[in-house]
């Protein structure tokens, strides 16, 4: 069942007849499937990519190797990046891209712990950019990163 945030999230979307997609890389999927489980997905799930690898993030997405090499694969660059292909891609009204930490290892230091996650929409107004640190297992993490996601898209449209 999703949570309130993804169904009032789809709810906001449906009641303006605007779709969404999604490009993941840690949450590899769940949140499509998140969305796809309100009342409301027929309405407004465009699809989405899991970007899980660095392949997919560079080969399908096209993000630059430089730019991940730069800045790793798990950054506010290399998210922005994503949601802007997704957007070329999917034309969505809007589109979620979401990277982060949800396990030890990979790009994780001090600065970026695990539970790390970026987040950079794309709606027809404004680009939302966002950097959040949760707390708890992978799951945990996830599900937190998957309602962020929903509140930050929910605050950036529900005025529009």
């Not at 990277?99 to 996650?117: A, C, I, R």
Request: aromatic fraction near 8%; include cysteine.
């Amino acid at each position: 069942m999703p949570s309130e945030f993804v169904t009032k999230c789809s709810k906001v979307l449906a009641a303006k007849g605007w779709n969404i997609a999604f490009a993941e890389s840690a949450t590899a999927g769940r949140m499509s499937a998140e969305f796809s489980m309100t009342k409301e997905s027929g309405k407004i799930l465009r699809g989405g990519i899991a970007c899980y690898e660095v392949f997919v993030k560079e080969q399908i997405l096209n993000v630059p190797h430089t730019l991940i090499q730069k800045y790793t694969p798990e950054s506010a660059e290399v998210t922005r990046k994503l949601a802007e292909q997704m957007a070329k891609l999917f034309h969505a009204k809007v589109t979620v891209a979401v990277t982060g930490l949800t396990t030890s290892g990979g790009s994780e230091t001090p600065e970026k712990p695990v539970g790390t996650f970026f987040f950079s929409i794309v709606t027809p107004t404004e680009n939302i950019n966002e950097r959040k640190v949760f707390k708890g297992d992978s799951e945990q993490i996830i599900i937190q990163a998957i309602d962020e996601a929903a509140k930050l898209v929910i605050e950036s449209i529900a005025s529009l």
